[in-house]
């Protein structure tokens, strides 16, 4: 069964910086690629970031490019986001999702339940 089990959501200042681990199991992690996707207070899903199953290529969305650092530790069958200069808009829930094959070009077919980020002073 694939699980994946976001950690590290909080509140945080403007300004600060939050990371994101998603802890995979129940399938070949490094044989596929990996995206966070986000959905702000009712608003709809936002795609964020997306990396290959080897981690050798990246893509970000613009709202958070130059902010955020997608990567994997396929030994740990962990992904991660690094936030830095969090801003307010930046608040949501955070979910990493498992892509169809290894590269970014696949659809995503499982998601974990999120963590929440809080942006606020």
């Known amino acids: 069964e694939v699980q994946l089990v976001e950690s590290g959501g909080g509140l945080v200042q403007p300004g600060g910086s939050l990371r994101l681990s998603c802890a995979a199991s129940?399938?070949?992690?490094?044989?596929?690629?990996m995206s966070w996707v986000r959905q702000a207070p009712g608003k709809g899903l936002e795609w964020v970031s997306v990396?290959?199953?080897?981690?050798?290529?990246?893509s970000y969305a613009d709202s958070v490019k130059g902010r955020f650092t997608i990567s994997r530790d396929n030994a740990k069958n962990t992904l991660y986001l690094q936030m830095n200069s969090l801003k307010p808009e930046d608040t949501a829930v955070y979910f990493c999702?498992?892509?169809?094959?290894?590269?970014?070009?696949?659809?995503?077919?499982?998601w974990g339940k999120g963590t929440l980020v809080t942006v606020s002073s």
């Open positions: 999702a498992k892509r169809r094959g290894a590269t970014r070009y696949y659809g995503m077919d499982y």
């Open positions: 129940g399938f070949t992690f490094s044989s596929y690629a």
């Open positions: 990396i290959n199953s080897d981690g050798g290529s990246t």
